[in-house]
T-cell receptor, first 114, second 112 residues
Framework: GENVEQHPSTLSVQEGDSAVIKCTYS??????FPWYKQELGKRPQLIID?????GEKKDQRIAVTLNKTAKHFSLHITETQPEDSAVYFC?????????????FGKGTRLSVIA | KAGVTQTPRYLIKTRGQQVTLSCSPI?????VSWYQQTPGQGLQFLFE???????NKGNFPGRFSGRQFSNSRSEMNVSTLELGDSALYLC???????????FGPGTRLTVL
């Protein structure tokens, strides 16, 4: 089955700097890669996702890149702000009529220091 | 639309007891997935239901079971609770034929 590795497990950055979180996956059939943000005591919320037919996707200060050959994808957050502090999870699934579950990485705790 | 809701939000049980958790998906969402979240293991998939049928099951013992009703609401049951079952149990729903999952706030289960 699919296995998703996520690094680093913790990340501290100064406000205004960029943050990068990396994930690798094992199943070459995976074609859907969402990223979730979970603030303390709250539910995971989707912040961006990418499908395997796209190499990069941006949404304001957030971007995700995908390298299908190397089987890795990354989350980039630019101009970090204190409210970006949270745990970020990557996930992967093989989307084929919706019958493959999401497999999550173990999360990255991002701290943005003001 | 209202978001995914879960009840109860907090639960304290003792070893050997059983527990039932409930999840109400977003209106129109027919798929409900359940996840166990622990500090050490992260988010682990339990099972997914679609139109009252279990579509996928994760690698959990048979003590963990679930079901879905005709209105898409779902319940999960854990029997013979163990200390290691203490976790945040999250459910997520999605629209038919769409990948995006929306999570509920979770039920925090503590087993003493």
């Amino acid at each position: 089955g699919e296995n998703v590795e996520q690094h680093p497990s913790t990340l501290s950055v100064q406000e205004g700097d960029s943050a990068v979180i990396k994930c690798t996956y094992s199943d070459s059939a995976s074609n859907y890669f969402p990223w979730y943000k979970q603030e303390l005591g709250k539910r995971p919320q989707l912040i961006i996702d990418i499908r395997s037919n796209v190499g990069e996707k941006k949404d304001q200060r957030i971007a995700v890149t995908l390298n299908k050959t190397a089987k890795h994808f990354s989350l980039h957050i630019t101009e970090t702000q204190p409210e970006d502090s949270a745990v970020y999870f990557c996930a992967a699934s093989s989307w084929n009529s919706g019958n493959t579950p999401l497999v999550f990485g173990k999360g990255t705790r991002l701290s943005v220091i003001a | 639309k209202a978001g995914v809701t879960q009840t109860p939000r907090y639960l304290i049980k003792t070893r050997g007891q059983q527990v039932t958790l409930s999840c109400s998906p977003i209106s129109g969402h027919r798929s409900v997935s359940w996840y166990q979240q622990t500090p050490g293991q992260g988010l682990q998939f339990l099972f997914e239901y679609f139109s009252e049928t279990q579509r996928n099951k994760g690698n959990f013992p048979g003590r963990f079971s679930g079901r879905q009703f005709s209105n898409s609401r779902s319940e999960m049951n854990v029997s013979t609770l163990e200390l290691g079952d203490s976790a945040l149990y999250l459910c997520a729903s999605r629209e038919p034929h769409m990948e995006t999952q929306y999570f509920g706030p979770g039920t925090r289960l503590t087993v003493l």
